[in-house]
């Protein structure tokens, strides 16, 4: 796949990329750039900054930088060229990008799956099959939805899947690696055996396990889960993901359940928006896909202990992100799939609608802890509250759960204010690189290269007076730099990056440059004692080197070549400064 530059610049600049970010996450002016929490690692700030103006974005903590292309392709996990169509959809430019091939070291595992994906659908839908479908039929799930779904069935046989893929060529040692076939006695057997198979997908939709279930009052375990693979980590993975991320973009929100058959009924009353941990504890990955797809999130887990203990794990986990998300809680120890099947679609999107702030969550499950009409578990209460409110870092928020807290139980507002604790604003402060102290050399390296990103002008300048720079990451990117110019006759820091393609190196550094935010007004003296500083430190660096060999050197001729070479960097030096 190949498409020309020409086409890529007018697909980028057809689109703006504050208005592509901003649809993605929450951002929000702040002087000439806009600012929002970064998705590429766990930001508890705004540190990812927006250039309107460069159509760059740069994140001062982690360093991660792109254009728009860039951006969509790391947050959305697909290839450069699926962002570059997305792009164009944007922008109405019609393109054609093919079948996109991912070369991945783990294709055999992909394939197998794919393979047993397509024989446990085929197996539900012979006679073989017709049990499990009224099953699924009974508890409400037609057709449609099973094949939507990719419901399957394993036989109620050893060994099928298992000859099915020796038969394709498969050697044992990828088999037994992919979680699906097991060994006893040097036999291989399948691991799934007579149960309805519910397939999980990664990120991009592709299958990579299975949650299987017994259907037929068979007396085993309810469900059997993959085991993790080098494709199927259940930490990194939500389920329902792949299917749910537009629909959450369009509604402005994302509906965080239990499992995958809640997510599925859902789905089967028209709310896609919804999806699951798979078989986990919900933790900072997870909470960081939830927070690419919305900051708007509800979460509504069974209604038991074990949903109770999810729900208070998930705030937290999200809370650290910034988000506080809203909550449901179903009673009679429903789940979302039963609470649907007895009370119906708009009594679950009534419970939506209503969710509770994560304030009002704490205090219901205070409330169920303490007997309020006794003084001293009354106080046991307030204390508590007044600790929750204390995280909260919501101004408005605060003073209403203060005046709340305050009416509700007749303690004065005051005395609730002063056993508040104070806490500081977190600042983000960006990271600074493990690198050689920023001496002259090293800033005129930077800024050099800050205003040939600016300017062809400069460039030139690059071009007739240095042949080198010394810090082999700024030497790289200026190379980069003065290679594009010339190839395409302009510069722009956005294209660049698009010419830059998989560099991740130079795409950083320009990162770590763009941010020092020097004055836009160029001051070619300044450049020239940029350049100055740069050619002192290289004829500093060469003097040296020939001052070095020349206190080892024994050969009489030799040692007077390297005295009129130290000679001629001396006097090259004078013409310089005259």
Same mark, same amino acid.
Request: net charge neutral; with cysteine; charged share 30%.
């Given at each position: 796949?190949?498409?020309?530059?020409?086409?890529?610049?007018?697909?980028?600049?057809?689109?703006?990329?504050?208005?592509?970010?901003?649809?993605?996450?929450?951002?929000?002016?702040?002087?000439?750039?806009?600012?929002?929490?970064?998705?590429?690692?766990?930001?508890?700030?705004?540190?990812?900054?927006?250039?309107?103006?460069?159509?760059?974005?740069?994140?001062?903590?982690?360093?991660?930088?792109?254009?728009?292309?860039?951006?969509?392709?790391?947050?959305?996990?697909?290839?450069?060229?699926?962002?570059?169509?997305?792009?164009?959809?944007?922008?109405?430019?019609?393109?054609?990008?093919?079948?996109?091939?991912?070369?991945?070291?783990?294709?055999?595992?992909?394939?197998?799956?794919?393979?047993?994906?397509?024989?446990?659908?085929?197996?539900?839908?012979?006679?073989?099959?017709?049990?499990?479908?009224?099953?699924?039929?009974?508890?409400?799930?037609?057709?449609?939805?099973?094949?939507?779904?990719?419901?399957?069935?394993?036989?109620?046989?050893?060994?099928?899947?298992?000859?099915?893929?020796?038969?394709?060529?498969?050697?044992?040692?990828?088999?037994?690696?992919?979680?699906?076939?097991?060994?006893?006695?040097?036999?291989?057997?399948?691991?799934?055996?007579?149960?309805?198979?519910?397939?999980?997908?990664?990120?991009?939709?592709?299958?990579?396990?299975?949650?299987?279930?017994?259907?037929?009052?068979?007396?085993?375990?309810?469900?059997?889960?993959?085991?993790?693979?080098?494709?199927?980590?259940?930490?990194?993975?939500?389920?329902?993901?792949?299917?749910?991320?537009?629909?959450?973009?369009?509604?402005?929100?994302?509906?965080?359940?239990?499992?995958?058959?809640?997510?599925?009924?859902?789905?089967?009353?028209?709310?896609?928006?919804?999806?699951?941990?798979?078989?986990?504890?919900?933790?900072?990955?997870?909470?960081?896909?939830?927070?690419?797809?919305?900051?708007?999130?509800?979460?509504?887990?069974?209604?038991?202990?074990?949903?109770?203990?999810?729900?208070?794990?998930?705030?937290?986990?999200?809370?650290?992100?910034?988000?506080n998300p809203k909550i449901v809680r179903l009673e009679n120890n429903n789940d979302p799939d039963e609470y649907i099947i007895k009370n119906g679609r708009d009594a679950f999107k009534a419970k939506i609608k209503n969710a509770m702030n994560v304030m009002e969550f704490k205090e219901s499950i205070l409330k169920a802890d303490y007997n309020l009409e006794k003084t001293d578990?009354?106080?046991?209460?307030?204390?508590?509250?007044?600790?929750?409110?204390?995280?909260?870092?919501?101004?408005?928020? !605060? #003073?209403?759960? $203060? +005046? @709340?807290?305050?009416?509700?139980?007749? *303690?004065?507002? %005051?005395?609730?204010?002063?056993?508040?604790?104070? !806490? #500081?604003?977190? $600042? +983000? @402060?960006?990271?600074?690189?493990?690198? *050689?102290?920023? %001496?002259?050399?090293?800033?005129?390296?930077?800024?050099?290269?800050?205003?040939?990103?600016?300017?062809?002008?400069?460039?030139?300048?690059?071009?007739?007076?240095?042949?080198?720079?010394?810090?082999?990451?700024?030497?790289?990117?200026?190379?980069?730099?003065?290679?594009?110019?010339?190839?395409?006759?302009?510069?722009?820091?956005?294209?660049?990056?698009?010419?830059?393609?998989?560099?991740?190196?130079?795409?950083?550094?320009?990162?770590?440059?763009?941010?020092?935010?020097?004055?836009?007004?160029?001051?070619?003296?300044?450049?020239?004692?940029?350049?100055?500083?740069?050619?002192?430190?290289?004829?500093?660096?060469?003097?040296?080197?020939?001052?070095?060999?020349?206190?080892?050197?024994?050969?009489?001729?030799?040692?007077?070549?390297?005295?009129?070479?130290?000679?001629?960097?001396?006097?090259?030096?004078?013409?310089?400064?005259?």
């Open positions: 796949m190949k498409i020309d530059t020409n086409t890529l610049n007018e697909i980028r600049n057809s689109v703006d990329i504050v208005d592509i970010i901003s649809s993605y996450l929450p951002l929000s002016s702040r002087g000439k750039n806009f600012f929002g929490v970064c998705p590429f690692h766990d930001d508890h700030s705004p540190s990812m900054s927006v250039s309107p103006s460069k159509q760059i974005y740069t994140c001062f903590s982690c360093g991660a930088t792109g254009n728009v292309f860039k951006f969509i392709q790391d947050y959305e996990n697909i290839t450069f060229y699926e962002a570059v169509k997305k792009c164009a959809d944007i922008a109405g430019i019609v393109i054609d990008i093919g079948k996109i091939e991912s070369k991945n070291k783990y294709k055999e595992l992909y394939d197998i799956y794919e393979l047993s994906y397509k024989f446990y659908q085929n197996n539900i839908n012979t006679e073989l099959g017709k049990v499990a479908r009224q099953y699924l039929h009974d508890r409400s799930l037609d057709d449609k939805t099973i094949k939507e779904f990719g419901i399957g069935l394993s036989l109620n046989e050893s060994d099928t899947l298992t000859k099915l893929l020796k038969s394709k060529k498969y050697d044992e040692k990828i088999l037994l690696k992919s979680g699906l076939v097991n060994e006893n006695n040097y036999q291989l057997y399948d691991v799934y055996r007579n149960r309805i198979m519910f397939p999980l997908y990664d990120l991009n939709g592709k299958v990579i396990g299975y949650n299987g279930r017994i259907y037929h009052g068979e007396n085993n375990s309810k469900y059997i889960n993959s085991t993790e693979t080098d494709i199927f980590k259940k930490r990194e993975l939500l389920y329902n993901y792949h299917r749910a991320k537009d629909e959450a973009r369009k509604s402005h929100q994302i509906i965080v359940m239990e499992g995958p058959m809640d997510v599925i009924r859902a789905y089967t009353v028209g709310i896609k928006n919804c999806v699951a941990a798979l078989g986990t504890a919900f933790g900072t990955e997870q909470a960081m896909l939830v927070r690419k797809l919305s900051s708007n999130v509800i979460l509504c887990f069974d209604g038991d202990d074990a949903g109770l203990k999810a729900t208070k794990l998930a705030i937290n986990e999200l809370g650290r992100l910034g988000i578990e009354l106080a046991k209460y307030v204390n508590n509250m007044i600790k929750e409110i204390d995280k909260i870092d919501d101004d408005i928020l !605060k #003073e209403v759960s $203060i +005046v @709340k807290l305050s009416k509700e139980t007749g *303690i004065d507002i %005051n005395i609730i204010k002063n056993k508040l604790t104070k !806490k #500081e604003d977190i $600042i +983000v @402060k960006p990271k600074t690189t493990k690198s *050689i102290k920023k %001496n002259k050399y090293i800033k005129s390296e930077q800024y050099l290269i800050y205003y040939m990103l600016q300017s062809v002008d400069v460039i030139k300048m690059y071009e007739r007076k240095i042949t080198h720079m010394p810090t082999e990451s700024y030497r790289h990117l200026a190379f980069q730099i003065d290679y594009f110019y010339k190839q395409n006759g302009y510069i722009d820091v956005a294209d660049l990056i698009t010419y830059l393609g998989d560099d991740s190196d130079s795409i950083k550094t320009i990162g770590e440059i763009t941010i020092l935010d020097l004055p836009i007004d160029i001051n070619y003296e300044e450049i020239d004692d940029y350049l100055s500083n740069i050619r002192e430190y290289n004829e500093k660096s060469q003097s040296n080197i020939y001052k070095d060999r020349l206190k080892k050197e024994v050969d009489y001729k030799k040692k007077l070549d390297l005295a009129l070479k130290t000679l001629e960097i001396k006097k090259r030096r004078e013409e310089y400064d005259k």
